[in-house]
């Protein structure tokens, strides 16, 4: 019976297990501390004097109240009560204090990395760890190293972690604990991208293809997505999000989210470009991925009203039976095409672009009659504008 504990306890995707057994290993395993600190020091090598340091501690997820006047670094007030950093690395005679905020199989929330960065709440964490005159070295450890939404924090991933593992391990609890977590990371590092003759419904099932739960359904997509980004960054599309939000009948639906520059209005006028993008939805129940063309709520009511209007017309010069059109006039989903089942890897990166060839033109034309001037009539002596 080779079941890892991490399994048999039922932890096997608990973010604060990962946590507390990195905090332990590197509190109590000489050879894992040391390098640790040499992968923090080469990733940001600022850090000075780390590596000879030897008096370390140690604190998980301390709570620190948030301040009134605690602000992120997007100006923005924090929100939340409390702040609690998964790991706090410290010594009470040494500056520096590192802290780590870890994600497993979840994305950061609530701009807790632009909360950690604020001046205000470090001094409140140096304060509660007996630190003075601090400085603070942030990290954002993740699978994949995702990059936080501080730029203050500093990427890595578990693979970095796993660097720190000796190769040969004894069969102490702790070190067994280490040889599953590099089995763990090391099975998610190693998914590749399908095959082209592979069937998706296959490939998108990682219960059948996986052993431990690192390997999920929005990391098949990611590579999935990989070999498409050359192709779709030529029709100007470029990734602007991955993750598993919930969807009303289908639970957490793993998605990639495409846009084009053009399509923000942020860099046009609210008034005549509403913000929207492309989203490539895998469902779980129905075995099958889904495209949709979106709008975003950051548009005004109007502009998008305008926007699903102009859509419509343009749609009429070029009929197609293959998408869904959004019958409610409020609605942020434009149109929706749905891939047949059973599709290879060959046949979906065929079928994508087609699709893509088709809707793209409509998305540019219905921009482009935004943008045309109104013209004015004059009505019961008043000015009326007319899109």
């Known amino acids: 019976m080779n079941d890892h504990v991490f399994d048999i306890l039922g932890v096997g995707t608990r973010e604060d297990s990962y946590t507390d057994l990195v905090a332990y290993a590197f509190e109590n395993h000489e050879i894992f501390r040391r390098k640790f600190l040499e992968n923090l020091a080469e990733k940001r090598p600022c850090i000075q004097g780390i590596k000879e340091q030897r008096e370390w501690k140690v604190e998980k997820r301390l709570p620190v109240e948030c301040p009134k006047d605690c602000i992120s670094s997007t100006e923005n007030k924090c929100s939340r009560k409390k702040a609690v950093p998964d790991i706090l690395i410290f010594g009470?005679?040494?500056?520096?204090?590192?802290?780590?905020?870890?994600?497993?199989?979840?994305?950061?929330?609530?701009?807790?990395?632009?909360?950690?960065?604020?001046?205000?709440?470090?001094?409140?964490?140096?304060?509660?760890?007996?630190?003075?005159?601090?400085?603070f070295h942030c990290y954002f450890l993740s699978l994949s190293g995702e990059k936080a939404k501080s730029d203050t924090f500093v990427s890595i991933s578990y693979s970095d972690v796993v660097k720190c593992i000796p190769d040969e391990l004894g069969d102490t609890n702790l070190e067994r604990l280490l040889s599953e977590l590099r089995q763990r990371v090391e099975e998610y590092e190693k998914v590749d991208v399908p095959r082209n003759d592979e069937k998706l419904t296959h490939y998108m099932d990682p219960d059948e293809n996986y052993r431990y739960g690192f390997v999920t359904s929005i990391r098949l997509l990611e590579k999935l997505c990989e070999p498409l980004k050359q192709e779709l960054e030529l029709k100007n599309l470029v990734n602007i999000y991955k993750g598993t939000p919930k969807i009303r009948g289908h639970g957490n639906a793993p998605c990639y989210l495409w846009s084009d520059a053009c399509w923000s209005n942020i860099l046009r006028s609210p008034d005549c470009c509403?913000?929207?993008?492309?989203?490539?939805?895998?469902?779980?129940?129905?075995?099958?991925?889904?495209?949709?063309?979106?709008?975003?709520?950051?548009?005004?009511?109007?502009?998008?009203?305008?926007?699903?209007?102009?859509?419509?017309?343009?749609?009429?010069?070029?009929k197609s039976g293959e998408w869904r059109w959004g019958k409610k006039s409020n609605s942020n989903t434009i149109a929706t095409y749905k891939f047949k089942k059973e599709l290879s890897y060959r046949e979906f990166r065929e079928e994508l672009v087609?699709?893509?060839?088709?809707?793209?033109?409509?998305?540019?034309?219905?921009?482009?009659?935004?943008?045309?001037?109104?013209s004015i009539s004059i009505r019961n002596g008043a000015a009326n504008r007319e899109d």
Request: aromatic share 6%; with cysteine; hydrophobic share 35%.
């Open 274 to 318: 509403p913000s929207l993008h492309l989203e490539l939805r895998w469902l779980e129940q129905d075995k099958t991925f889904e495209l949709y063309v979106h709008l975003e709520n950051v548009s005004c009511e109007r502009t998008r009203k305008t926007f699903r209007e102009r859509m419509r017309e343009a749609k009429v010069k070029l």
């Open 92 to 135: 009470k005679n040494i500056r520096n204090i590192i802290l780590i905020e870890n994600k497993i199989l979840s994305e950061e929330a609530g701009g807790q990395t632009e909360m950690y960065a604020c001046e205000v709440l470090q001094k409140l964490m140096a304060e509660k760890l007996e630190v003075e005159d601090p400085q």
């Open 354 to 374: 087609r699709q893509l060839d088709y809707m793209l033109p409509l998305i540019k034309e219905a921009l482009q009659t935004m943008e045309q001037p109104r």
